[in-house]
């Protein structure tokens, strides 16, 4: 029997219909085994997602306001599903546990966990699956980052015992022993995690697109979905802002060459995206693009200097202010007498004056000019490395739709090509990105 690790994501797993939904998935397929499931997201566009209630919450606790309204709202949250599901579970207990740990001394990832926490309960009590907590089992090392072989041993030697059963997504223990959370919409990250340490055959990801689409379908209408894609390819395009998929979610799958498939569970009868460790090469089937994402919110250092190409070092120095800062960069164009850092604004913003001053007096530049507002966009494709002129064919159609480049690089991996434009022309410059590689003949 094959067996299949599944995550479902907030959207589908926001209310009492959206569990009768998930659970039908679950049980259609006794390969199905190991759940995990996210908190319970908006049921609507102008909804509150129950883990962004989480966080309001806790910055009222930790800020000494009165929590108790906020948090009555998230119980009534789940509630609401528990009632009307009849699932036989103690919300109440569960809350007032919370309550006194708010009351007590609030922490703000033990309480953002509490989303995933209770909804992974509800939906083991309504499945009559087990339920595992990660907090016993999946492990975050000193540096804050995920001990990989620790939770590997620790949750595979409990699926083990497990014939079937619900992990809570996003979270684990820290190496202070106190919960903590992945980054957001890390319970992808926590799918691919169980899917290795269960062996799993398939790591299907439910959510509420039918797949992989070929641009963000919030600013391209109706994108194409892309039926295959590779693990590098995903990567890039998740890492640049295609949000269906947390990009460090790729890891723990491609370490054991599970392929990944995202499926919607508002259309289970769509095939949805299949992630693969390799993929053919793209260049006889004429699809030389397979995807194109991107984001506001990064800021560019640009540095000039005469003679800044002679300067052994200069590039050396630079980045290394900019990491002293505890900022790390994204991109470093450079030319013969400029050099530009391309790094995330919000964390420029909070040492930018240190930054800057260090750079004036240890590089002593003729110029140095700060740009807070770019968008990067990133143009993905294995078929890229056969096919000659993508770029010609980008920047024409960026100098088309009047959108003047800012940055340009070309990642070393030959699958990408990374431009920066204004933030101000992000919307126009991904249109016309996706009119030209998708829609053009
Ligand atoms: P979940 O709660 O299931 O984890 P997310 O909201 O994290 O779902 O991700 C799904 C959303 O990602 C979609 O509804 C869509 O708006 C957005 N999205 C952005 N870029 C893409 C893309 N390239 N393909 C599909 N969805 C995308
Ligand atoms: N609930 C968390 C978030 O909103 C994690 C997730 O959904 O994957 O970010
Ligand atoms: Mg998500």
Redo the contacts with the bound molecule.
């Keep these: 029997m094959n067996t299949t690790a599944l995550k479902f994501?907030?959207?589908?797993l926001a209310d009492a219909n959206q569990f009768r939904k998930a659970a039908d998935i679950i049980l259609s397929h006794e390969g199905r085994l190991f759940v995990v499931a996210?908190a319970p997201?908006k049921r609507s566009k102008d909804d509150t997602k129950v883990t962004d209630m989480l966080y309001a919450c806790y910055d009222l606790a930790a800020s000494g306001q009165d929590f108790r309204e906020a948090l009555g709202k998230i119980e009534l949250r789940f509630s609401s599903i528990s009632d009307e599901l009849g699932i036989k579970f103690d919300l109440k207990s569960e809350f007032s546990v919370i309550g006194k740990h708010l009351q007590d001394g609030p922490q703000r990832d033990y309480m953002a966990s509490r989303g995933e926490y209770l909804n992974s309960k509800l939906l083991a009590a309504f499945l009559g699956f087990d339920f595992i907590d990660p907090a016993s089992c999946i492990f975050f090392n000193e540096e804050g980052n995920l001990d990989a072989e620790r939770t590997n041993t620790a949750l595979g030697a409990i699926l083990k015992g497990k014939k079937r059963a619900v992990v809570a997504g996003f979270y684990g223990t820290g190496a202070d022993g106190n919960v903590r959370t992945f980054s957001r919409?890390g319970?992808?990250v926590t799918g691919a995690i169980v899917a290795r340490a269960a062996k799993a055959d398939v790591y299907e990801n439910?959510?509420?697109?039918s797949?992989?689409?070929?641009?963000?379908?919030?600013i391209v209408t109706n994108?194409e979905p892309i039926s295959e894609i590779s693990y590098k390819e995903l990567r890039e395009?998740s890492y640049m802002?295609?949000?269906?998929m947390h990009e460090d979610a790729v890891f723990p799958v491609r370490q054991a060459g599970i392929p990944i498939n995202i499926r919607n569970t508002n259309r289970p009868e769509d095939s949805g995206t299949w992630i693969v460790p390799h993929r053919k090469s793209t260049a006889d089937d004429g699809r030389v693009v397979t995807?194109i994402?991107g984001k506001k919110g990064f800021s560019s250092i640009r540095v000039e200097k005469a003679m800044l190409n002679n300067e052994v070092g200069f590039a050396a120095r630079l980045l290394d202010i900019i990491a002293s800062a505890g900022v790390s960069f994204e991109h470093v164009p450079s030319g013969i007498d400029t050099m530009s850092v391309i790094v995330d604004s919000e964390d420029f913003r909070a040492q930018r004056s240190r930054i800057l001053e260090d750079v004036q007096d240890s590089l002593s530049p003729d110029a140095l000019i700060v740009d807070t507002s770019i968008a990067l966009i990133a143009v993905v494709g294995l078929g890229m490395v056969y096919r000659k002129g993508v770029a010609a064919k980008l920047f024409s159609a960026l100098a088309r739709a009047d959108v003047n480049i800012r940055m340009i690089d070309q990642g070393s991996s030959e699958i990408n090509i990374i431009v920066g434009v204004d933030e101000a022309d992000y919307e126009k410059a991904l249109n016309a990105l996706y009119d030209t590689f998708f829609k053009a003949p």
């Design positions: 994501g907030g959207s589908s996210s997201g919409g319970s992808d439910w959510t509420d697109v797949g992989m689409l070929s641009a963000d379908p919030r994108p395009l802002g295609a949000s269906v995807g994402a």
